[in-house]
């Protein structure tokens, strides 16, 4: 079986950018993305994108992945 990536984010960020952080939730229903920039004169997290895109991987009874929720994904 092959899954495919493809990017989710198209936005560039420079190297100067270095207290950029991302957290991914996969979860059996959706997977989350949340890319934050902390900035720190404050000390509070900006939020730089936030994506989430329903997958319903869990809806068989089996404790695998199927074909169908992999082209979900």
């Known amino acids: 079986m092959t899954i495919s990536v493809l990017p989710l984010l198209t936005t560039t960020l420079s190297s100067s950018n270095k207290n950029v952080f991302a957290s991914i939730d996969m ?3 959706s997977f989350k ?3 934050v920039r902390v900035d720190l ?3 509070h997290f900006l939020t730089v ?3 989430k895109k329903p997958v319903l991987l ?3 009874s ?3 992945i199927s074909q169908t929720s992999t082209v979900r994904i």
């Open 33 to 35: 993305l949340l890319i």
């Open 27 to 29: 979860s059996t229903n």
């Open 49 to 51: 994108e936030r994506l």
């Open 62 to 64: 089996t404790p695998t």
């Open 41 to 43: 004169s404050i000390s």
């Open 58 to 60: 869990g809806m068989d």
